[in-house]
């Protein structure tokens, strides 16, 4: 009798055990995890005005877990340029940073003509923008995760924000591409750049020096700076070496991880060739950094 009972508890626990094995892969088979697809989001608004909006492209198989975001902000003089900006390479932005999901603002632009727009409303207008990505990021399914780039115009915002307003979204690193970093000593350089300064902080350095001091990016450097990687070429005529040569002596003096690049002989705007480069050095430098 001992024997039997013995036997018969054998044969319910394989029974049992089978069938929880077979649930368990028929319960598999009817909740099959599945992939995200890869969307894009077009002129999604963040703000109050026409030009508050940005493109989102999320990866396929993102994860609020591993995918960061790759915010870019188009360059411009302040006064022009387009979120398209980023469309001439996106393709090299997707190969450097793979699986990030990739971000490209529009913000409020100076009108030289009637002096609307002047600063501090780009500023403004990136702290409104990555409060509103961050809000965003359980429905787009990407995480908090940071990297601030731009160029020129873009460039300075991207540092401005990423040394002045640390604490406004996860900020990781900074990207800056030929940028204005000390507007004070961007004044002078010729007679255009004079004007446009100008009017967008509505007077000189002289007649505005805390609206110049407050608007470069190199006032707020500290030894808890995020680490930042920028490019400059040599023969930029619109925004000379020189302003990317004082970040790269501040962020020394405040030991602040940073990597930094003359071009020789290159202009303002790299030629297609270098910008698949520099962007690979970035990323690099960021995968290294983090």
Not at 110 to 125: I, K, S
Not at 165 to 182: C, K, M, R, Y
Request: net charge negative; proline share 5%.
């Amino acid at each position: 009798m001992a024997i039997t009972m013995q036997i018969f508890r054998i044969r319910f626990f394989i029974l049992l055990s089978f069938s929880v094995l077979f649930y368990s892969c028929n319960n598999d088979t009817e909740n099959p995890v599945v992939e995200l697809e890869a969307i894009d989001i077009l002129n999604e608004s963040y703000g109050n005005t026409a030009e508050n909006n940005m493109d989102v492209f999320l990866p396929a198989g993102r994860t609020t877990e591993e995918t960061r975001l790759f915010i870019y902000i188009h360059g411009g003089a302040w006064v022009s340029g387009d979120k398209n900006e980023i469309l001439a390479f996106r393709s090299l932005v997707e190969s450097s940073f793979p699986g990030y999901a990739i971000i490209s603002l529009n913000y409020s632009l100076l009108n030289l003509g009637t002096g609307t727009g002047q600063f501090p409303d780009q500023e403004n207008d990136i702290i409104e923008a990555i409060n509103y990505i961050v809000s965003k990021t359980e429905e787009w399914n990407v995480s908090n995760n940071i990297i601030l780039a731009g160029a020129s115009a873009g460039g300075h915002l991207a540092l401005l924000h990423g040394y002045k307003h640390q604490e406004v979204g996860n900020i990781q690193a900074v990207l800056a591409l030929f940028p204005p970093t000390d507007l004070n000593s961007l004044y002078g350089f010729n007679a255009l750049t004079s004007q446009g300064l100008q009017v967008l902080l509505n007077g000189t350095p002289e007649s505005n020096p805390d609206g110049y001091t407050e608007s470069s990016p190199i006032s707020f450097v500290t030894p808890n700076s995020i680490p930042t990687v920028f490019f400059h070429g040599t023969s930029d005529t619109v925004v000379p070496v020189s302003q990317s040569e004082i970040l790269a002596e501040k962020l020394e003096e405040n030991e602040v991880p940073f990597y930094f690049e003359a071009y020789p002989g290159e202009g303002h705007g790299l030629n297609f060739g270098p910008y698949a480069e520099v962007i690979q050095k970035a990323a690099d430098f960021i995968n290294q950094e983090l």
